[in-house]
T-cell receptor, first 109, second 114 residues
Framework: KNEVEQSPQNLTAQEGEFITINCSYS?????LHWLQQHPGGGIVSLFM???GKKKHGRLIATINIQEKHSSLHITASHPRDSAVYIC???????????FGQGTRLTINP | GAGVSQTPSNKVTEKGKYVELRCDPI?????LYWYRQSLGQGPEFLIY????????DSGLPNDRFFAVRPEGSVSTLKIQRTERGDSAVYLC????????????FGPGTRLTVT
C-alpha cells in the first residue's frame, strides 16, 4: 500500500526557533511536494523535489531517496509561518498525489 | 495572472440533492486534478484529467460522483444523491502538462450536506 506518514501531527514553538517537519513514505516515488495551507485558505506549493535539497528564503526541504524520507525545515520561525504543512508524493509513474495527514504548526510570539 | 478558481466557495445542500462544483484552471494548463479534504485530514485524490479525458478516476468513491472537462479547460464535479458523508472541502488543482509539473491549487469549495 502506498502510504505517506508525517510527524509530528502538531507542533508548537516560540518565535525564532528552528522547525523540522518529517515525512516518510512506503515505496519509491517520482516526486515529493511540500505544501502549506493556512486556516480557511487554499493550498500553496512550497517545494517539489525528487532528490537532494532545495532552499527558498527561510525554508529548506531535503529528501533522502534511500531512506524514503523528507524533511521540511524553517529557520528563524515567525508567527506568520503558523499553518498546516502537508507532504504529498507521486508514487512511481502515477499522476495523482498521495497526501500525508498534515502537520499543524503554531509559532507563538 | 489568474490562478485556479473554484465556484461556489461554499455550498450547503440537503441530503439527497444534486450538486455541481466548478473549477477554472490556469489558462493553458492541460492537467486538472480534483481532491477532497475532510476536516483535519490531508486531501485525497478523486480524479485526474489530461485534456478532455479522465486519465485516472480511481479515487472517485462511488458512482454518485462524476466529473467532466468537455473542452479541456473548465471542469465540473457532479455529485448525485448527496449524503452527509460527502461534506468536505473539494479542491481543484492544475498543472501545465502533468507528469512532474508543479500543481497549483484553487481555494476549494466547502460542501455541507445537511
Amino acid at each position: 500500500k502506498n502510504e505517506v506518514e508525517q510527524s509530528p501531527q502538531n507542533l508548537t514553538a516560540q518565535e525564532g526557533e528552528f522547525i523540522t517537519i518529517n515525512c516518510s513514505y512506503s515505496v519509491g516515488i517520482s516526486a515529493l511536494h511540500w505544501l502549506q495551507q493556512h486556516p480557511g485558505g487554499g493550498i500553496v506549493s512550497l517545494f517539489m523535489l525528487s532528490s537532494g535539497k532545495k532552499k527558498h528564503g527561510r525554508l529548506i526541504a531535503t529528501i533522502n531517496i534511500q531512506e524514503k524520507h523528507s524533511s521540511l525545515h524553517i529557520t528563524a520561525s515567525h508567527p506568520r509561518d503558523s499553518a498546516v504543512y502537508i507532504c504529498a508524493v507521486r508514487f512511481g509513474g502515477a499522476q495523482k498525489l498521495v497526501f500525508g495527514q498534515g502537520t499543524r504548526l503554531t509559532i507563538n510570539p | 495572472g489568474a490562478g485556479v478558481s473554484q465556484t461556489p466557495s461554499n455550498k450547503v445542500t440537503e441530503k439527497g440533492k444534486y450538486v455541481e462544483l466548478r473549477c477554472d484552471p490556469i489558462s493553458g494548463h492541460t492537467a486538472l486534478y480534483w481532491y477532497r479534504q475532510s476536516l483535519g485530514q490531508g486531501p485525497e485524490f478523486l480524479i485526474y484529467f489530461q485534456g478532455t479525458g479522465a486519465a485516472d478516476d480511481s479515487g472517485l468513491p462511488n458512482d454518485r460522483f462524476f466529473a467532466v472537462r468537455p473542452e479541456g479547460s473548465v471542469s465540473t464535479l457532479k455529485i448525485q444523491r448527496t449524503e452527509r458523508g460527502d461534506s468536505a472541502v473539494y479542491l481543484c488543482a492544475s498543472s501545465l502538462m502533468g507528469t512532474s509539473d508543479e500543481q497549483y491549487f484553487g481555494p476549494g469549495t466547502r460542501l455541507t450536506v445537511t
